[in-house]
């Protein structure tokens, strides 16, 4: 028993959830948030009632990896690669970790029992005055006191009993309460094939425990110890073990801070590049609108001027219609109601008159006209920094063959204003250059 005494390994488990105040241990079940009921230990090293691991659903594996190799389950993604050799066996997915647990042969019952779970539930049991802990001997009534002789939980009643028989009356009873503050109870492990035997022998050749009677049995040829004597050796090599992969969590937990850090970054990074983009985008439809409002006045002065000749060409033709009409009813007047000595008399004024509107020139075609196109593809230059495209046209040119380079924009601004000079000239022309009719 000096195996329970001594402290098994230095290391405990850092309080997680589950844990009783003023425990080290777990001592509850995350699957049915009981207490432990005989918890076995999973590959993974998560801790599961056996009732509650057999109700899980078990799955079909196909175990194809090499008879060598670790059969147990551990991190699921990296089993994955793992070369497998077909082999037909039952698993079930750890409740906390998700990891692929492969059943033993002898189903959720093989696998390792949780002995510190165990006793950990029992020391919650012992400090909360040993409630819910039931006698181990009649398994029914409650624990009064325990028997240091057979380690175990025993009731009032199989107390009394123990005492008056003469085998055990000689045994040390003490009170629950006055274990309390005990970190460990140390309940005998007893041996699965022997259940008499407490396990106190180590196997070196099977490396497990083993009772008195394996040693004579199924471990008679092998080298074996008492427990005591090889903890030393066997706590060692997992203490070297454990020196090893303490790194490994600092290092794993110093990648995700780098994951975290990258992350932070990044999405700062994204923020950042996102109010560039809207900055750049506001900008440049700004930029647009400015472009679209100076094209759409331009567009508009087009028209004012354009129809500012219409108007006044319109104007001068209708003055000259109105004085050809006064002039020629009046002289279709004369001629049909005039006496000879009227006509004469006024011939001098009508012929005058009707030579000289004859003489007068204008213009049959229209001085301006409504060629105006819109240039989107042409580059217009600059505004607030950026590239700006489209263009008004005031005469009929081929879109394609419109590619104004390099100030584009101000050629093509000055063009507009030679077209603009042009429509004048011809309307001046028109008044000018008169036509005969
Ligand atoms: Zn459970
Ligand atoms: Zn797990
Ligand atoms: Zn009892
Ligand atoms: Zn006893
Ligand atoms: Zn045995
Ligand atoms: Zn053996």
Redesign the pocket.
Known sequence: MSENKKPLLGFVHKLPSGTAPGNSGKTRCPLCMGLFKAPRLLPCLHTVCTTCLEQLEPFSVVDMRGGDSDTSSEGSIFQELKPRNQQSQVGILCPVCDAQVDLPIGGVKALTLDHLAMNDVMLENLHGEGQGLVCDLCNDREVEKRCQTCKSNLCQFCCQAHRRQKKTSYHTMVDLKDLKGYSRVGKPIL????PA?E?RLFCEFCDRP?????VV?EHREHPYDFTSNVIHKHGDSVRELLRGTQPRVEALEEALAQIKRVNSALQKRVEAVAADVRKFSEGYIKAIEEHRNKMLKQLEDIRVQKENSLQLQKAQLEQLLADMRTGVEFTEHLLASGSDLEILITKGVVVERLRKLNKVEYNTHPGVNDHISFSPQEKAGQCHGYEVYGAINTKEVDPAKCVLQGEGRKAFVMGIERAVDRDMVFQELGLVQLEKR
């Open positions: 041996c699965p094939i022997h035997e396990l083993v009772c008195r009677d394996c049995g």
